[in-house]
């Protein structure tokens, strides 16, 4: 079966989108050394999304587990965890031990919150089926809804919770936050951003300690220390 080609992405564009990829493109060895500092990764990190000679293309649902290599490798079918048109990821990484790193970026407050899941019926019951599972699985109480404000974040961790706890794959999920992007008004400090995503957090019940906890992390990167991001 041959590989999905992906969604490819305008170079011109402005906020995460544009700051993602010139973080991969034109500081590939700082993000590469800054990201296997954090998670003290294994092998040697190379990223497979977004990358310029593939036209910035993102990915998602199968598309994306054949991108990072481990489609092959699952015990339980992505069809039976989610539904199509499941998150479609800002950046993708693949390490030679194997390692997997799932990239979320954001530029301002207002990406923090997303609109609740817009899924029909049937897909609906599955993504809160499979929602309330993970919740369990991290010891979250049915009283955090995680279908509506902070849908987004929330299915990221599901999908993270997805490859390691079902499938025994060494994954990681790092959000990246810019911290000074004037083309979308965004956060001028760490503290700022910081503020929002205890809020977030909170609002989630992922504000205790979990069995997820040590393979997520927040990086915050300045732009104005980014050539090529104007």
């Known amino acids: 079966m041959s590989e999905h080609k992906g969604y490819p992405q305008l170079e011109n564009g402005r906020g995460s989108l544009r700051a993602i990829q010139v973080w991969v493109n034109d500081h590939g060895t700082e993000s590469v050394d800054l ?27 199968v598309g994306f587990l054949e991108r990072v290599g481990v489609s092959d490798k699952l015990t339980v079918p992505l069809g039976t965890f989610w539904p199509s048109r499941g998150p479609q990821w800002d950046g993708l990484g693949v390490t030679e031990a194997e390692e997997v790193i799932l990239v979320e970026a954001k530029a301002n407050l207002k990406e923090l919150k997303s609109p609740g899941t817009k899924a029909g019926e049937q897909s609906l019951a599955l993504i809160r089926q499979t929602l309330d599972e993970v919740k369990d699985g991290l010891g979250i109480g049915v009283q955090f809804d995680w279908t509506k404000t902070y849908y987004q974040y929330a299915n990221r961790v599901a999908h993270l919770y997805y490859l390691r706890e079902l499938n025994g794959i060494k994954a990681f999920l790092i959000n990246v936050y810019f911290i000074g992007d004037q083309s979308v008004k965004g956060p001028s400090s760490v503290a700022e951003w910081q503020i929002a995503i205890r809020r977030m957090k909170k609002m989630l019940g992922l504000d205790y300690p979990n069995i997820l906890q040590p393979y997520m992390y927040d990086l915050f990167i300045d732009v104005q220390t980014m050539k090529g991001i104007t």
């Open 35 to 61: 990201v296997t500092t954090q998670l003290s990764l294994r092998g040697k990190l190379k990223w497979v999304s977004p990358i310029r000679s593939n036209s910035m293309a993102e990915y998602r649902d």
